[in-house]
């Protein structure tokens, strides 16, 4: 700008503007504001008329209050995922019944199914390579794989399907598009090795019913692979073969957003959710309920004994303490293998934009399904990014917000011979992760650029992933220790207590497991025939005959039509 006149009359009436605004943004000692007018009238929080004596100086010798005393039919311990499917369950199926959740964070969902936490992923076996088992010929080579349980796995998926979309269309649930979206799911191979096994993959699964949307781009069709996934085409060896298949049915979930979705409406449907409030202790009384204790920080003595009919502990990795401090002998022998890690978060829109695709690949040998490395699009809490991982870890916590004497409260004269067994049998798992925990920012972009060759090291950061107690048990057959991936329910004889045990792929089949508690716990009980109509209406593939998510006896047709009907309902058909 050229001075003038003109430009100092315009700097001068700026400066007295600020100067104005100044004054009217600030308050001086002799301000009124800052003055007190005479004494208090009337009465405030801190003058209140006195009601009886105060505790004085040594109140910390006087005796405490006592601990308050709750008679219910219902707890759930901890505010995940599986506490808000079997209490939202619950509540509808027994709306009289008297239901109280704890929760130790001030907010539900914010451990294991925190959006963060977990790899988002609606599992249905349509991309995951560890639920296909490899079949070797006789001199080696890859015969074919073994699809048990990737079947399992979707028939379970299409379970919480349907129940959300039973959800949804009652109103217990938000619009859709704030916890669950769209995304093809694809299986990746790099290399000679794994290009034959997405292959022998792709044959084995194709004329499936639950899979038979399933297509397969090949290593010429390099035109098909650019349409499907372009970070992973661009700038790769041309020599190097890769080879995809697409599943158009996958789902990105926010399971940290749905959870806390359906504890709003098990409150709405009178459930009681008790936030930073700690379980210290269950014990069962003779007369067959169970004593609840919680600690909370608070005015009175902070303690509480909840009596209850029965107890569901779905407080991830801590569930096998707190079974243990219940003392059912179901538990004995059960150990778990805390294992953690760090995901790779790219925000950079450009970057997302290009990459609204799951992808996974075959993992290193003998490492752990949540280690199964995969370039995810996200969206948690309304913001899209990619997660790429997790770089594994140990750790002895059980929790993420856990303690570092979990692993060793839990260890006991029962278990330790599993764990010494199971341990031995998985050296490489341990080699595996320590080789994360030492792997340089240089090392994990390099493990990135497996997936995505142009990779930029500014657009990555590291974070945080959740913990997943892995189980261990002895082998059923051969009476040694074994490390086992998935969920287990673990009951009491009565019914009367269960809890859930293990990791991923616990919230995708959060519905069959719910189902599974139910049925285990209730399913010689009255109560349960007269569930069975509401159930079938929650969940219409349900039946009282089969295991919980079983569908060998649905037809292709009912297939097609759950897949149209819930992807209508959750706005999530294929685009």
């Not at 801190?46 to 004596?53: D, E, F, I």
Request: with cysteine; net charge positive; charged share 25%.
């Amino acid at each position: 700008l050229v001075a003038g006149p003109q430009s100092s009359h315009f700097v001068a009436a700026m400066a007295a503007e600020g100067k104005k605004l100044e004054k009217r943004l600030s308050a001086c000692m002799d301000d009124s504001i800052n003055q007190l007018d005479g004494k208090f009238k009337g009465s405030s929080m801190r003058v209140a008329t006195k009601k009886g004596s105060e505790p004085g100086c040594f109140s910390c010798f006087m005796s405490s209050p006592a601990p308050k005393e709750r008679e219910v039919d219902v707890v759930l311990i901890g505010a995940g995922v599986m506490s808000a499917t079997v209490g939202l369950m619950l509540k509808e199926l027994e709306p009289s019944w008297k239901m109280i959740m704890f929760e130790r964070l001030g907010a539900p969902g914010e451990e294991s199914s925190n959006g963060f936490n977990n790899a988002g992923t609606g599992h249905a076996g349509f991309m995951e390579p560890n639920y296909t088992k490899e079949v070797k010929n006789p001199d080696g080579s890859l015969k074919t794989v073994t699809t048990e349980k990737v079947e399992h796995v979707c028939e379970q998926f299409l379970s919480s399907r349907q129940y959300w979309a039973y959800l949804s269309k009652k109103g217990l649930l938000p619009d859709p598009d704030t916890w669950i979206h769209q995304t093809n799911h694809i299986a990746l191979g790099v290399g000679k090795d794994q290009v034959e096994f997405i292959k022998k993959r792709y044959e084995a699964m194709k004329d499936h019913p639950l899979f038979t949307s399933m297509e397969i781009c090949l290593p010429e069709e390099k035109a098909k692979a650019q349409q499907w996934a372009p970070l992973i085409t661009g700038g790769r060896d041309p020599n190097e073969p890769i080879c995809m298949t697409k599943v158009p049915h996958g789902t990105d979930v926010d399971y940290g957003s749905l959870t806390k979705a359906k504890i709003d409406a098990f409150q709405k449907l009178g459930g009681d959710l008790r936030l930073c409030t700690e379980v210290k202790d269950v014990k069962k009384d003779k007369d067959g309920k169970w004593m609840v204790t919680t600690k909370v920080n608070g005015a009175g003595s902070g303690w509480a004994y909840n009596r209850a009919k029965f107890v569901f502990v779905g407080a991830g990795g801590w569930a096998l303490l707190l079974l243990q401090k219940a003392g059912i002998p179901q538990v004995n022998g059960y150990m778990a293998l805390p294992v953690t890690g760090d995901w790779a978060v790219c925000q950079n829109p450009e970057v997302v934009k290009q990459h609204r695709v799951k992808v996974y690949a075959p993992g290193a040998p003998g490492a752990p399904p949540m280690s199964m490395p995969h370039l995810d699009y996200r969206t948690i809490g309304g913001k899209e990014m990619l997660l790429f991982g997790p770089f594994g870890s140990i750790t002895l916590k059980f929790l993420r917000y856990g303690n570092v004497t979990d692993a060793l409260k839990a260890l006991k004269p029962h278990n330790i011979g599993s764990t010494i067994g199971a341990l031995s049998r998985n050296l490489s798992l341990a080699v595996m992760l320590m080789k994360d925990v030492f792997k340089s920012g240089a090392g994990k972009l390099h493990d990135i650029r497996h997936y995505y060759p142009q990779a930029d090291p500014d657009d990555w950061i590291f974070i945080p992933a959740g913990v997943r107690a892995q189980i261990i048990k002895k082998d059923p057959k051969t009476g040694k220790g074994m490390l086992q991936f998935g969920t287990e329910v673990v009951s009491n004889d009565e019914g009367t207590i269960v809890g859930l045990l293990g990791a991923s792929p616990g919230a995708s089949t959060a519905v069959s497991i719910a189902l599974d508690v139910l049925e285990k716990c209730f399913g010689n009980k009255p109560e349960f025939k007269k569930w069975a109509p509401k159930i079938k209406e929650m969940i219409p593939t349900w039946s009282a005959d089969g295991p919980a998510g079983d569908m060998k006896k649905v037809t292709p047709q009912i297939v097609n039509s759950i897949y149209t009907s819930t992807g209508a309902a959750l706005k999530i058909s294929p685009k």
